[in-house]
């Protein structure tokens, strides 16, 4: 595949599909919108109008899942999806989340009490100009709430008929065993590369219970994973990130990239991989990669 490549409008699909929850069917490449915040994930994007076209141009090449959250700004990015993409197209799917307040650029801190989360979701709905949430993660567990209270609270919610599926991000598998004993829990959101594979068990898991697993920082950190991967991107003619990319979508069914961008070019080279078949060889070599640290938010 050539970087240059010119892209179908299909070009998502070529990764195949996955059924979300029993009723929400996406293309498995889909798309983060953080990245279309201002610097510190702050505030709106420097540049509005490619942040909006990227958007658009991410449905035109057959993405059907956008994850965001409302601390993306905050509420920055569910407003400018809303601005884009609004009235959404039939099959899209927007996943959000709640659970992080944001004192300024760069800062996050916890709240997943369920005052707030019953609030943040209000929030979402109001940007998203929704009356219910496909897909409402838990952002982080918050040490100061009841992870239980957490999850009961987003229970209540979904009863409620304002959440279709309950979701968790940054979490533990004891974490995910302990809400499923509460509501149904559709997927899971955590850090995971080919060089930062602290979830693989986690991955395995939501295979077995058919979870989808949406990972976040596809290129992981340490230095010698990029050397890797970018020999194995020039022998495959092909951008780092899109063999990264490449490497999720082989790793497992169940697994679904959101890569981020606020670039129109960079999200056609992004989901070009949907396309990208990686060779065993190659998809070994990889996972042979030593594993990076993890850490939170996503």
């Known amino acids: 595949m050539k970087k240059e490549q010119i ?61 965001t959250a409302d601390s993306y700004g ?6 400018l999806i809303a601005e884009a993409l609004y009235p959404y197209p039939v099959g899209l799917v927007i996943a959000t989340k709640g659970g992080w307040e944001r004192p300024g650029p760069g800062q996050w801190t916890h709240n997943a009490s369920p005052k707030h989360l019953a609030e943040a979701l209000e929030g979402s709905l109001k940007r998203l100009q929704l009356g219910r949430i496909d897909i409402y993660q838990l952002h982080a567990p918050d040490n100061a709430v009841a992870f239980e209270a957490s999850v009961e609270a987003l229970a209540k919610l979904r009863e409620q008929g304002k959440i279709r599926h309950v979701a968790l991000s940054n979490v533990t598998r004891e974490h995910i065993e302990r809400a499923r004993k509460i509501v149904p829990i559709v997927s899971v959101q955590n850090r995971y590369s080919f060089a930062d594979r602290e979830s693989d068990f986690i991955v395995d898991y939501c295979e077995e219970h058919n979870i989808a697993f949406l990972p976040w920082a596809p290129l992981g950190q340490a230095k010698e994973a990029h050397d890797a991967i970018k020999k194995l991107a020039n022998d495959l003619d092909a951008t780092p ?58």
Do not use: C
Not at 74 to 79: A, D, Q, R
């Open 241 to 298: 990130l899109q063999v990264a990319l490449a490497w999720l979508l082989k790793r497992s069914k169940v697994i679904l990239p959101i890569p981020g961008t606020s670039s129109v070019k960079h999200l056609e080279e992004n989901i070009a991989a949907a396309g990208l078949k990686l060779p065993q060889a190659a998809y070994d070599r990889l996972s042979a990669v030593s594993h990076a640290p993890a850490s939170l938010r996503g």
């Open 7 to 67: 892209l179908s409008t299909a070009a998502a699909a070529a990764a195949g599909t996955f059924n979300i929850g029993g009723d929400l069917t996406v293309n498995r490449m889909g798309y983060g919108a953080m990245r279309i915040t201002g610097p510190g994930v702050w505030g709106p994007p420097v540049d509005k109008t490619a942040a909006l076209a990227t958007l658009r141009r991410a449905i035109e090449l057959g993405v059907n899942l956008i994850d």
């Open 74 to 79: 905050p509420g920055t990015s569910e407003e």
